[in-house]
């Protein structure tokens, strides 16, 4: 596994030199996208309640929930668990996965009940797919949603200078690089992702000869993420940008990360992280369980979930 590792960072040779201004690439091409899906640099809107859904929510007694948007695409809501008993709650954001260009927040509904009935306010988020916008518009929107959640905090109990993300597979690629946005974010204390692509770079290389189809899968759809094109001439500057690890900085929030061994999003992926974190002075924690089992369900292996829970609990005290 190592070995592929390093054949595929050499193959991509020539991205490498986009590394050292990965920063940089990172805040201008958000600007760019976050125009056009409502910025909190630009303003967003006031929340407003979303159109009802299709599927209601399942009541949890003591809890509120309200579907409300965080800017102007359909895409651009988030279901809001919380207590209305006006304390000021420390908060989870959860990023479902879909390989960038799929999935809903419905997905995650059970994950959101699970910590709203730890006491936590849940904003569980949609954001613009790869179909949508292309990359950086799932990293601007989740960050647009962390911005409209922390102005109206009071509205939903929420304390904005303690809350975490929790991101599974894309999402938790998008967690992730909220995570090492700029020099770390205002209020976020940890950053979780199961079977997160921290790496899509690796991912481009690990599916180039494979018959593994969800690897062959997995790279299609990160060239899809970045626009429709390889990590070459014009396109290296937005894979450098969606390339995690080249974002690490001190003030970065701690991470931790769980993978099956030997799954398609393999456990070498958030090394690549935890060692540039190293640099700089930031901890991260890599799980591994056996077998092959990916995003949810390695979620749900008996004792993931409940570690998980432990080190977000830590993380807000």
Request: proline share 7%; aromatic share 8%; net charge neutral.
């Amino acid at each position: 596994m190592r070995t592929v590792v390093s054949v595929g960072a050499l193959a991509l040779a020539a991205v490498v030199a986009f590394s050292s201004s990965a920063q940089a690439t990172g805040a201008s091409g958000l600007s760019a996208a976050a125009s056009t899906g409502g910025s909190a640099a630009a303003g967003e809107p006031t929340p407003t309640p979303s159109p009802v859904p299709t599927t209601p929510l399942e009541e949890l007694p003591g809890t509120a929930i309200e579907t409300v948007s965080y800017g102007k695409h359909k895409r651009q809501r988030m279901d809001v668990w919380w207590q209305p008993d006006g304390l000021k709650h420390p908060a989870v954001f959860v990023i479902h996965g879909g390989w960038w260009s799929g999935g809903d927040k419905k997905s995650m509904t059970a994950v959101t009940r699970s910590y709203a009935e730890l006491g936590y306010t849940v904003f569980n988020i949609n954001y613009r797919l790869s179909g949508d916008a292309a990359w950086p518009a799932q990293r601007a929107d989740a960050l647009d949603a962390i911005a409209t959640a922390r102005r109206h905090a009071a509205r939903w109990s929420f304390d904005p200078d303690k809350y975490v993300v929790l991101g599974f597979s894309a999402g938790g690629h998008i967690a992730t690089a909220v995570g090492t946005y700029k020099d770390g974010l205002p209020g976020l204390k940890g950053v979780v992702g199961i079977s997160p692509v921290v790496s899509p770079l690796t991912s481009y290389a690990d599916g180039a000869e494979t018959t593994d189809t969800s690897k062959r899968k997995l790279r299609a759809s990160a060239i899809k993420l970045a626009g429709g094109c390889e990590p070459t001439g014009k396109c290296a500057k937005v894979w450098a940008s969606m390339e995690v690890p080249w974002h690490a900085s001190r003030g970065d929030a701690p991470m931790l990360t769980v993978h099956s061994e030997d799954e398609f999003v393999p456990p070498y992926q958030s090394e690549l992280l935890k060692e540039q974190l190293r640099q700089v002075g930031v901890p991260m924690s890599i799980r591994t369980v056996p077998g092959i089992e990916h995003s949810a369900p390695l979620y749900r292996i008996l004792g993931v979930a409940e570690g998980v829970q432990e080190w977000i609990a830590q993380k807000l005290q």
